[in-house]
């Protein structure tokens, strides 16, 4: 079964076609593509859970074995959630604003060229080729396309919208990503 995004006519007409995105990633791009795979993606969903499912089972068989009161049980159940989830949401700020810095200093101003075969970065102190075999899926969020490497790959490209040269090129390369790659 074929997992990637039908053709239509429409596509077909802008196939071979290559797109433009120039942009400067900023740490709110990083923190909504990290949101967003939390979100959509298995693995994205492991890693933001993992730390309150942790509490959760620590609480409990502590609790159980010192034969916790139901209150305190639960008053610690609470807190201990409530704390590993806001370290959780912490620590996505904490990726983003460092996957922000590292793409600064490498590339600053990115342009994006994509078409059937990949896609080309060009920074002002870096570039970077990569084939669309080298992603598994992508997902779309209202303001940026997120290229991801897989389960259990943590590879994360991010594309924001805002960078096309066109209005029309964001369809263009919706397309070109609906053929190439899995949409989540």
Same mark, same amino acid.
């Not at 039908?6 to 433009?20: K, M, N």
């Not at 740490?27 to 959509?40: G, Q, S, V």
């Given at each position: =079964? ?20 120039? $942009? ?16 959509? !993606?298995?693995a994205g969903r492991v890693q933001f859970l993992m730390a309150p499912l942790t509490a959760t089972v620590a609480v !409990? ?41 590292? =793409?600064?200093?490498? $590339?600053?101003?990115?342009? =994006? ?24 899926? $992508?997902?779309?969020?209202?303001? &940026?396309?997120? %290229? &991801? ?9 991010? &594309?924001? #919208? ?10 263009? %390369? ?7 790659? #899995?949409? %989540?």
């Open positions: =079964m074929d997992t990637r995004g039908g053709d239509s006519p429409r596509q077909d007409t802008d196939r071979g076609r290559a797109v433009e995105f120039v $942009y400067r990633p900023t740490a709110a791009d990083f923190e909504e593509a990290l949101r967003a795979r939390a979100r959509r !993606s298995p !409990s068989v502590f609790s159980t074995l010192h034969d916790a009161s139901p209150p305190v049980w639960i008053a610690t159940l609470v807190l201990s959630v409530a704390a590993t989830s806001w370290g959780a949401v912490r620590g996505l700020r904490t990726t983003a604003r460092r996957m922000s810095g590292v =793409m600064e200093s490498s $590339y600053g101003q990115c342009r =994006m060229v994509a078409d059937e075969r990949g896609a080309v970065i060009t920074g002002e102190r870096a570039s970077h080729t990569t084939e669309w075999t080298a992603h598994r899926e $992508y997902l779309e969020t209202p303001g &940026l396309f997120v %290229l &991801l490497s897989g389960d259990r790959a943590a590879g994360i490209a991010v &594309l924001p #919208k805002r960078g096309a040269q066109d209005p029309a090129d964001v369809d263009r %390369l919706r397309a070109i990503l609906d053929r190439n790659l #899995k949409r %989540l």
